[in-house]
Each structure stands twice: as C-alpha cells, then as structure tokens.
C-alpha cells in the first residue's frame, strides 16, 4: 500500500495519479537533495516514529484543508490518535492511526463506508 503522498502546489497537481506511481522513486531521491521536494512530498511507514502534532502541521503547511471528514483530494481530519487524509496523488483516503508519536497502522480509507456509518 502507497503510503506517499504530495503536497497540494501546482506542480503535482498538474501530474496523474499513475505519474506518481511510475517515479516514486526518483521522487524519494530528489528529497534527500532537492528542498522542493523535502518540502512538498511525505513518506510514511507504518511504526514509523514521526510526530503527531508535526503531522499536522505539516500536511497544513503542504496546503491540505482541515474538514470534519475527508471526501476530497486535498483534505484531512483529525479524531483523537487518528488522522484522515485524502492525497491529491491517490484516488483514495488514507487512514493513520497513532499511538503517541508512533504510527500504528495506515490503511485505505473507503469514504463511501465512513459516509453509511455516520447515517
């Protein structure tokens, strides 16, 4: 499961979905040298240790709208330990779930289901 996303500037928002997929790793690379891509491209690992409150901010700073619920691109939302996001380079929310400052689990979000639940 693709635990990459990028930020919302007009550079990826131009790409494809299937265009992150086919250079995710020359994208992985250019961050180790580039600042624009440090800046604008997150790469997450389940147990991975990364600030809660740093993730947050970070996805702000990336351009991602805080809403209730996620059911666009460009969205996240935040209940508790768990954060929602929906990249603008997947067709699909993610779900990241942490216990302090490490990530439990990150799993595909089906927006159509969270949207029955709430009903």
């Known amino acids: 499961f693709l635990k990459f996303f990028s930020g919302i500037t007009p550079y990826f928002l ?3 979905v299937f ?3 086919e250079n995710l790793r020359k994208i992985l690379e250019a961050r180790k040298t580039q600042s624009f891509f440090e800046d604008n491209a997150l790469y997450l690992e389940r147990n991975q240790i990364y600030n809660f409150s740093q993730f947050l901010r970070k996805l702000d700073e990336m351009g991602y709208e805080k809403v209730l619920r996620v059911s666009e691109p460009g969205e996240f939302s935040q209940r508790g330990g768990i954060i929602d996001v929906f990249p603008v380079n997947l067709n699909l929310a993610v779900r990241f779930e942490f216990f302090g400052n490490q990530i439990e689990n990150i799993e595909p979000l089906d927006i159509r ?7």
């Open 14 to 16: 131009e790409k494809p």
């Open 113 to 119: 289901v969270e949207d029955e639940k709430k009903r």
């Open 19 to 21: 265009w992150f997929e």
